[in-house]
């Protein structure tokens, strides 16, 4: 299954053997899709979870009291903890297509974009060419994308976050990738569009030391 080849390319081991298994990565000390350190970073199902850390740390983060003092264990302390919801699909919702494909920095692509690299997706208003809303991809590895979505203000309410990613999963899938959604675990709003474009609630659960 392509999530469980994503999960162990991304962290290091997969699945998981216990209910919080702590393992050693190499790659929490390189730099990730964004080109920051991730020293940090875990999944959790109803079943156990993997929380990978650079190898020298393993040991004192396994023995850790609360996962609050991972990031000081790590030598991240500034950065803190977070928790996301962690969805995954290999069947997105078939809803019509709302933007389309473009390289992050072509004119008239928003500033947000840019930092994803590649192709992100565009919605723009038909008669104006505004912006309304986009999809970028954090290619973590060859086998797990995760995808991006904001909506401008005055374009919410549309149903156009839920076609972009529902869109932008079609297309990971045709790379032999799976496509992943994080939102933090109190916005009902990114849950609502994920659970719209075929991400299921699984009961997963992404957590680590935040970015910057």
Known sequence: MAIDDHLREWLGAWPPTEKLQVTGSRRRTLPGWDGQIHPALGVRTPDGGVLSVPPEHVTRVAAARTMAEVPKIVAYAERGWFEAAFRWTTRPAPLQDAGRWRPATAPGVPA?????????????????????AGVGIKRHDAYGHELAVVTAPAARGRGLARRLVAQAARRVLDEGAVPTYLHALENAASAAVARAAGFPDRGWTAFGVAER
Request: aromatic share 10%.
């Open 112 to 132: 947000w974009l840019h930092p994803f690299g590649g192709e992100v997706l565009v919605a723009t208003d038909p008669g104006t060419g505004e912006h309304l």
